[in-house]
């Protein structure tokens, strides 16, 4: 099989389509070439997370990767090593290397314990490749590599198939950014990057500010050029440059400023402008073909948004379980891998899947679901308020019945919410004998035959949405041919 692209796909491989893959791919190896400098770096081999001080943050420490064994525990919040102060020095670079800061020697390290000053001698290694694996043996870290490597083939190949399209080449980038961000984040940084200023800048732009410089401008693109480019930027071509000045503006924000606030902020107002970009392609653009591909790319980005809103309860220390913490770390990483997904499909083949359906089957069974456990724990509670009244005491009856209840129920109520989601949601797809009818009225009232032909021609359109629509109409005289073509790619 040869990889040589057709005359087709070379002639859309246009200067534009050449820029944007140059671009990736230098993305992508620059990425690869610090995380390899950094694995260079000698280290004390924790992972090592920031307080949630802003004013003073500190290094508090959270897993041992790599480490030779010390005293350190988890938890401990980094004060000084070797008597050089790093508290309050974790967003910062260009620190003095300590004597000791050595693979293969020691240093003293001062940390915060349970109120108090703690010193310990800590061993000095260098990294190694059971840290990968460590990262890829967790939940959240094979979510996070196994989707950003999913994520980026879906961009290459829908690159590869329709890079004409600036959507196409905005999902590109915003895929393969991600991918440059996990990458750089199999390598912890901590120390060793703080102590390296080439590290630390390097590290600094692929593990965090490539959201809001690259990720956040991308899904912009992406948004004002889907399903089709926004009229307003047809009529001005330089509106095309807004996504690529919000990047250099968030840059300057990080950089210059030394304001990571600025760039979340940047990046969630990037994410609302392009959600309400998606829907006002889905208020202003009627046709078949355009409506499909919006169900596709909004449903894409709703899930990725509630699974992304999970992390919060975590975040703030709402839950504390563990292992609903692994469940956060792994939510990331798939919300991306689902945007990148729904956003392909829509941009290539969108029919492979009918998402009406996927929806619509959601719908019944979350309603059914509700609302069978509410009957459980409404009747479970009714019966056993009932049996502590008659005889004093609960009784396991109640479970007993309450089950029975529901498994008699479960038939006639998902039938009842079926039909209650069809009539509302889903009339003109799914009634079609009431869209049969109609049509048989006009043939009986109706003798135009120009008007018949494109009464039918939209029937079968608004019903099957097929790519293309084909009428023969035959006399004694001539045949008529009448065809309508869909807009598919």
């Not at 703080?194 to 500010?209: D, H, W």
């Not at 891998?337 to 029919?351: D, E, F, K, P």
């Not at 209840?405 to 919410?417: D, E, G, K, T």
Request: aromatic residues 10%; proline residues 4%.
């Amino acid at each position: 099989m040869s990889l040589k692209p057709s005359p087709k796909t070379a002639a859309r491989f246009d200067r534009g389509a050449w820029i944007i893959l140059i671009f990736v791919i230098a993305m992508i190896l620059l990425s690869l070439a610090q995380i390899i400098y950094r694995f260079t770096l000698p280290t004390d081999g924790w992972e090592v997370i920031t307080s949630v001080s802003f004013d003073q943050p500190n290094w508090i420490y959270y897993n041992n990767l790599a480490g030779a064994p010390s005293d350190l525990r988890r938890e401990d919040e980094l004060l000084a090593v070797d008597d050089l102060s790093v508290e309050g020095t974790a967003s910062v670079s260009g620190l003095p290397v300590p004597t000791n800061w050595v693979a293969g020697k020691n240093v003293t390290m001062t940390v915060l314990r349970d109120g108090q000053h703690v010193s310990i001698d800590v061993p000095i290694v260098q990294w190694t490749l059971g840290t990968l694996w460590h990262k890829l043996s967790s939940l959240a870290g094979a979510a996070s590599v196994f989707g950003a490597l999913l994520m980026a083939l879906v961009g290459l190949f829908t690159f590869w198939r329709r890079s004409e399209l600036p959507a196409a080449r905005a999902l590109l980038v915003l895929c393969m950014a991600n991918l440059a961000s996990t990458t750089s984040g199999l390598l912890p940084d901590g120390l060793s990057v703080t102590f390296n200023p080439l590290a630390y800048t390097m590290t600094g732009f692929y593990s965090y500010a490539i959201i809001g410089v690259v990720l956040g401008p991308s899904l912009l693109a992406f948004s004002l050029n889907f399903p089709n480019p926004k009229q307003v930027m047809l009529r001005h071509r330089w509106l095309n440059f807004i996504p690529l000045a919000v990047s250099l503006t968030i840059w300057i924000g990080i950089y210059v400023l030394k304001s990571a606030a600025f760039g979340w902020a940047g990046t969630m107002g990037m994410a609302l402008i392009s959600l309400l970009s998606l829907i006002h392609a889905a208020i202003t653009q009627h046709d078949a073909v355009s409506r499909a591909q919006l169900r596709w790319s909004l449903g894409g980005f709703m899930i990725a948004v509630l699974m992304l809103l999970s992390i919060f309860p975590a975040a703030f220390g709402w839950i504390n379980d563990p292992i609903y913490g692994e469940f956060t770390g792994a939510s990331l990483p798939l919300a991306f891998t689902i945007l990148g997904i729904t956003m392909s499909i829509a941009i290539l083949r969108y029919r492979l899947f009918d998402i009406d359906v996927i929806i619509r089957r959601t719908l019944i069974y979350a309603a059914v679901t509700a609302l069978l456990a509410l009957i459980y724990f409404g009747g479970v509670a009714l019966l056993q308020n009932a049996f502590t009244t008659i005889a004093g005491q609960e009784s396991p009856l109640a479970i007993v019945v309450s089950t029975l209840i529901i498994a008699a129920l479960f038939n006639p109520l998902r039938h009842r919410v079926q039909n209650l989601v069809d009539r509302r949601f889903f009339r003109q797809k799914y009634d079609a004998q009431h869209t049969i009818e109609e049509f048989a009225a006009s043939l009986r009232d109706d003798v135009d035959m120009e008007h018949l032909q494109n009464e039918l021609l939209r029937v079968v359109e608004s019903t099957m949405q097929p790519e293309s629509i084909s009428l023969w109409v035959a006399n004694s005289y001539k045949t008529t041919f009448v065809t309508k073509h869909d807009s598919t790619p």
